[in-house]
Structures are given as structure tokens and as C-alpha cells.
């Protein structure tokens, strides 16, 4: 095989600018409450919570020429399901796109996927120029595969913080320990303390009772000589990457890693211990289980793998032992199992492959059961001999590769399980070495192997692109009462929505569906809700499919998009009553003693004449717009947001208005507030009549500063918003 080298660069432009603050208001007196009125925003800050990527990859080192890879790009570990981009490589084995992502993203991962289904994986920062490279189907430990960040910090929250500390701590119920700086000393913790660690330093001896928290955080790069859990309730996290064991660890209780995490010496999940890695895991020894084990990412054993009778083994990436791997209790891999010598199932043991799941061992020893399950064919792959004693038994969907052919069989293979070498196995980050060889096939004969293409038969389609993702919905709350301001509650309408491009297979844009959402209205009016796609005429829609239209007042052209338009404007809904499912009471879901109440998704779709470069139809050329009231020319758009040819322009600067058309400034007051803001996901909104200055604590701070405080003012976070003037769904 040939090396594959992916370079990637990602250029992230910050849309945040930060500018003037606010004055005479101390936002830490919480028994001052910013009104509107005093609320002052930078006037070229947009009130977005998001931030526009350009992203550029490139594949160098092709197998062949002219060989294709998908690019895949997600804004969460790929096992989440958060696709948002893909795409094709072009002639030069590029693919450039843009990309629109929450502002507090630290991440993308990005994905290279060959034509044989070979894929891999790399996890890129959004804030600069990265580039790496890779290296036959591996990540070359050139990242940390982590589900998630640690969401904490050693700076909020402490009731005691260490910094620079030398000599012993010890932390007790009720307390918060902060550990900053350097550290050097032993750490006791019991009863319900907890320790953020966040130090470069060394602790001589860890100890843990009762129901005692440790995490060590991202920022610590620490060595631990000894670590004591005394109560299995007791609860270790690591995030670091840089975490370093001297003894051997006896977990007991649950423990966690996040990061990198080396352990020179053995490790033991014993008795009501229970192991979850999430990043990488390094054993210099043996790892020996007696409770449980969960491998979500990569675990490299120096010694033996050992699962003892009564243990539960589960590995969904990559688990590498470079002595034998012997097992008398359960395993289930569902990826990659390597052993460098002997697997050995032991009587009592059981084994479960799944989905196209592989072992591989210089030889192998059955003893009992092993069994193969889901669509794909799992395999065995044997480089020397194979021994299936007495009691051994393969069934299921497994392939029993040995080249050299079964030495001994005192057991049984029982269809459809067979002894062959045939069958495939892609490579990826999870499972570096593959099997076997695979047909290219492409059904549509489009140029796009299927394995790559989302739509196999469909010659005019390939690829989707979403936003934000495929699995998520952002948000638009509107305040109808323009041009006059209302009450900042954002809650008059809010409407969850994602948007999904389809690609031809030269990455180019045949249809642009939207789903959307009427999640509340805090309003008396009858609003229509629309888009408009700025850089679209109207005839290059060849039709438009899903809008609810029922009041029979809007002049809709032949192929859907609104007639007497510049651009393509697609009205979605001319009244939300339709998608409503009302329960009584005033208003929808933004009263709390009114019954909850739920309402239907519209699913627009809108199909080009013919295919537009992406170029014409990224995300920031989407202009989503209510009108109030059953009132056309009321137009709310996003802050500067230009209005549509149907909108009433002799409203501007009426009332509370303050747009200046001349200088691009639209829907926005005098203090340069909106009537629309999105949101990147789906918000907690605030209670009817509670504006949202009194619902979240630090929205002003985030809009006063440009964007450059408090960019997730949005979020759960204890302190982020006041719970009873928050809506409960």
C-alpha cells in the first residue's frame, strides 16, 4: 500500500469584533438590571454566536491517478453523528468549502474516506492554519480522539485554590479545590471534596474515600507516583494529555480517561471498578480485568491482556496487546482486536465480534464461543496456527482467516461462519490494518465510487451539506412589534431550523432543503415566516416543494418562489395555525402554567434549474425574514439584513427603527439592537414579558462587547441564567 498523506488547512475568520463597553452599569451587582434603554452594541456587531471557517484539504500521494477521496467534516467526534460538510476531492485532490460553526467550537474533525471505504480521521483546531499529515490509515498520535472537552476550569467555582503549592493538601466535604501553577506534594480527598487540577507538578501519593471527584484538567501536565482509591465510589477523571502513573493502578471505582494517559507499570480493574477510555491509554505491563473495560478510542498494552472470569471487555476503536490477549470472561469488539503473539479463549470466556469487526494474532487457541453479529462479515484473521479445542464453537457472520489452513478442530464452525480468506475490512483511525481487497463499484456511473456517494442511483446527486449538522437545529427568535421595540423577551416566534445542500458529483449545488420548526409565539400577531437566497434569481428555481400555504393572499409563481421579487424568495409558512397543535391558554409554550403544547415540522425543498457553484449559495446568503400580522410589507430580518423588493422601506425609521439603508444598517434601534437574533442551537428562551437582559445574566456583556465576552452566554452554565424566568419544554 502506498502512504496516503492528507495536509489540511483551516483559516477560521472571526466574525467578532470587540468594541465599546458599557458605562455606569456594574454587571456584577446583580442587584442592578440592564434594561434595553441602557444597552449600547457596536454597530458592526451582528449578533451572531457563530464563526465562518474556510477550510481547505488536500490528499497528496494517491494511490492512483485520478483516485477520489470524500471528505467528510463534522464539528464532533464522527461517531456522534455530526456531520456537517461533504464533498469530493477534484483533479488535484483538493476540496476547498466554507463553513459556518458555533463561535465556541474549539474543534472540527475532519474526515479522508478512499474508494475502498478506508477512512481517517483528524481532529483540527478552529482558530488557525493547521496542517498534518497521514500516514497508512493511522493518526499518527498526532491528536486526541475525546468526545468531549472537560467543560471546566480551575479559575470559577473553588472554595480553596493551591497555587504554587509544595507539600501536602488535603480536601474534604464541601470543598472545591483549585490546583494552578505548579504543584508538589501528596493529595487526599474524602467525602464528597473535589479537586480541579489544573498544575504542572507531581503528586507523590493520590488517595481517594468515600464519594470523592478528581479531574485533571487539559491545561495539567502532571506525574502521579501512587494512586489509592479506597471506596468504589470514588470518581478519577484525566483530561490532560500529558498524564503520567510511576506505580501500578487498581481501579476500584469509576475512572475515566479523556487524554493521554501512561501507566508504567500494571493496570487492574478489579471488583466494582469500571475503566472508560476516551483519548489514549498506554500500559507498560499487563491489563488485567476483573469488572469492566469500555475502549472508545485506543489502548496500547505493552503485556497481556487479560479477562479474567466475570469480566466485561468492550472495545469500539483500536485495543492493541503486544503479549497474548486471553479471555475467560466477556469481550465484545466491535472494530479492532491485535494481539502481536496468541489470543487464547478460555473455557467460560465468550467473545462477540460486530459489523465487520477484527482480531488479529500470530495464533489462536478457542476454547468456547465466539460469535458474529450485525450486517458485515467480522473476521479472524491467523498468521501461524490455529487450535479450536473441545468446546469451541464459531457461528455467525465470521470469516476464520488462516493461510496456513485449521491445525486442529476438536470444535465446530457452523454456517454462516466459514474457514476463508475472502471478505473485507476497510482501514481507519480505529482499525489501522484492514483486510482484504474490495470491487469499486459506482451503480449511476456518475464518477463517484458508491461507497462514497449518498445517492448510489442518482446520477445528478453525491453529496449533502448541513447546518449546522445533520443531527441539529439553530435557532431565530423574532420580535414582532418592528419598528417599535417590544419587550426583548425574543420570544414572539422562535423557529428551530437546519438546512441541508445536496451536491452534484463535481460539488456543485442541485437542492437546498430547509426543515423548520415553530417552537413558541409569544405574540398576539399572525406572522408569515420566509427566506430569501440572496444570490439567487428567481427563475434559476425550478420548483419549490412543502410550503404551507393557507390564507391565499400572496401571489406565488408557477415554480414557488414569491412573485414580484428580485431574488429568490421562498415563503415557508403564510400562517404557523397550521403546524400548531394548541392545547388552550394564551400564546404558545411561553407561559408555564398554559399547557405545553406541540406543533409539526415544515420541510421545504427547493430545486435549481440547473447546478450553482456552492460559492453562490453558502449559508451567509441565507435570509430568513418574518412578516407581521398578515401585513407583506412588514418585514423583520437579522440585524443588516437586507429587506426584500416586497418590504415596506418607508417604515424605516419609524418608531424605535433606526436603519440607514445607505450605510447597510438594517432592523436595528438607536442603540443599534435587533428585532431577530440566531442562535446556534436550540435555545432556552425567557418566560412571556421577561426580557432576556433578565433571563441570561450576560447577554449584554456578550452584545456590549462585540461578541468578544461571554460568546456562549447561551449555555447551561450555573451562574449563565436565572432558571425561573427560563421556559421549561
Known sequence: MKLNKLLIGALAVSLFAVSCKRDAIDRKDDSVKLTADQLVVPADFKFVTEKDLMVKVKVANPSYTGEKFRINIYLDVPATGTLAIAGITNADYEYTTTMRVPGDLPYIYIEKVDERGNKVYEKLKTDNFTATTFVNGTDNNTYVFTKLNSGMDCNTGCTNTYNNHTGNVTVTTGQIACITGTF????????NGIVKFCADGNIGDLTQDNSARVYILEDANLTINRMTFNNKSTKFFNWSDSLVTNMCVDVNNTTENHGRWYINCNLSIETNGKFNNFGKLFVSNNLDVTAKLVNYHAITVNGKLIGNSGSIIETYCNLTAKDNIEISGSLTNNTYLKTLKDFVLLSGGSVTLQNGALISAVNASLTDDINGTG???????????????????????????DSNGVETNNGSITSPAQTTCSGYIPTGTCNPEGFGALVIADADGDGIADLLDDYPYDYNRAFTQFYPCATTCSNICFEDLWPTMGDFDFNDLIIAFNVTKVFNAVNNVVDYKVKMKPRCLGAGYDNGFG???????????????????????????????????????????????????????????????????????????????????????????????IYTNQRRGYEIHLADHKPTSLADVSLFGMGDDNSNPTAGKYYRNGNNLPWAIQVSENLDYPIEKTSILDAYNYFDDWAASGGSQYPNWFRNFGSFRNYNLIYEE
Open 184 to 191: 508538589n506534594g501528596d493529595l487526599t480527598v474524602t467525602g
Open 375 to 401: 450486517a458485515n462479515t467480522s473476521i479472524i484473521k491467523v498468521k501461524s496456527t490455529t487450535t479450536i479445542n473441545t468446546g469451541g464453537n464459531i457461528t455467525g457472520k465470521i470469516n476464520l482467516c
Open 531 to 625: 427566506f430569501s437566497l440572496d444570490n439567487i434569481l428567481p427563475n434559476e428555481v425550478l420548483n419549490v416543494k412543502g410550503q404551507v400555504l393557507s390564507k391565499g393572499n400572496l401571489s406565488i409563481a408557477s415554480n414557488g418562489t414569491e412573485s414580484g421579487q428580485a431574488k429568490a424568495v421562498i415563503i415557508a409558512w403564510d400562517s404557523p395555525e397550521p403546524l400548531l397543535h394548541r392545547q388552550g391558554g394564551s400564546m404558545f409554550n411561553t407561559i408555564p402554567t398554559n399547557p405545553h403544547c406541540q406543533s409539526d415540522t415544515a420541510y421545504i425543498e427547493v430545486t435549481f434549474s440547473a447546478a450553482l457553484d456552492n460559492s453562490r449559495v453558502v449559508f451567509q446568503e441565507f435570509n430568513p425574514f
